[in-house]
């Protein structure tokens, strides 16, 4: 039962769901490119792991999406009659591209996180490998700088 049925009450519940789709479709464009934004704030690549392996177990496991189950609960309150497909399936499937090549924009998007994801560790292994001989380079330069000054 909807906590409150009145129009007003119904125009906040159906704005709640409308916004939880918009929520949702930030999630699949985050977990389709978040690896890639990772590349410029690595911080980004926790949080990028934790959104594909949740995006990766609903498909695995077959779970429904808790955005999807808070948007039809929200259609409920507004007094909606919820759609019972998920989300892909009414606004990216057949809408951004023909469901005919489902699978092969999957495959596009892992090869995507999984290229971004290579990318983020070998500029890790980079910048980590890069800084020691920096350093080294630095100290060398101070310890041979003094030894310079010392022997004048």
């Known amino acids: 039962m909807a906590p409150g049925h009145d129009g007003a009450a119904d125009v906040i519940w159906s704005a709640a769901a409308d916004a939880t789709v918009v929520v949702h479709l930030l999630y699949l464009a985050f977990v389709a490119v978040g690896g890639l934004l990772a590349l410029r704030w690595p911080w ?64 596009a998007i892992g090869a995507t996180v999984v290229g971004s994801w290579i990318a983020c560790w070998r500029q890790r292994r980079r910048t980590t490998t890069d800084q020691p001989s920096s350093v080294r380079r630095s100290t060398s330069a101070q310890g041979s700088q003094a030894a310079t000054t010392s022997s004048t």
């Open 44 to 107: 980004l690549l926790w949080l990028h792991l934790a959104a594909v392996a949740w995006a990766v177990s609903i498909l695995v496991v077959g779970q429904d999406c808790p955005l999807t189950e808070l948007e039809r609960t929200f259609q409920g309150w507004a007094d909606e009659v919820p759609d019972g497909r998920g989300f892909v399936d009414r606004f990216v499937e057949g809408v951004v591209y023909p469901e005919r090549f489902t699978n092969a924009l999957r495959a």
